[in-house]
């Protein structure tokens, strides 16, 4: 079983910044990958940036976010981080923090935090 605490989100206004953090704690040594989604009403849940846990720290980006959001690990801490600037309304939704383990068999498995609420106003 894999924990995930997230915290950060909040009502900032366009233009403005967020940090929004996630630790995990648990069974973790067979996490691969952390990352965020978000979720806006009406709409699917969709990737926003993920990062591996592994020593390359490979990242992934949505295009919507490139250039303005970053994401970023402590591996000591079990946490990951979303720094997100410039933040526009469109980026309103419910952030999920995710934590993807791999196991031996190349099999994965999903975690997923509670959700915290970003809303952005114009």
């Known amino acids: 079983q894999v924990q995930l605490v997230e915290s950060g989100g909040g009502l900032v206004q366009a233009g403005g910044s967020l940090r929004l953090s996630c630790a995990a704690s648990g069974t973790i040594f067979n996490i691969n990958a952390m990352g965020w989604y978000r979720q806006a009403p009406g709409k699917q849940r969709e990737l926003v940036a993920t990062?591996?846990?592994?020593?390359?720290?490979?990242?992934n980006y949505a295009d919507s976010v490139k250039g303005r959001f970053t994401i970023s690990r402590d591996n000591a801490k079990n946490t990951v981080y979303l720094e997100m600037n410039s933040l526009k309304p469109e980026d309103t939704a419910v952030y999920y923090c995710n934590a993807r383990l791999r196991y031996s068999d190349w099999s994965t498995y999903d975690y997923w935090g509670q959700g915290t609420q970003v809303t952005v106003s114009s």
């Open positions: 990062v591996t846990i592994t020593s390359a720290g490979r990242t």
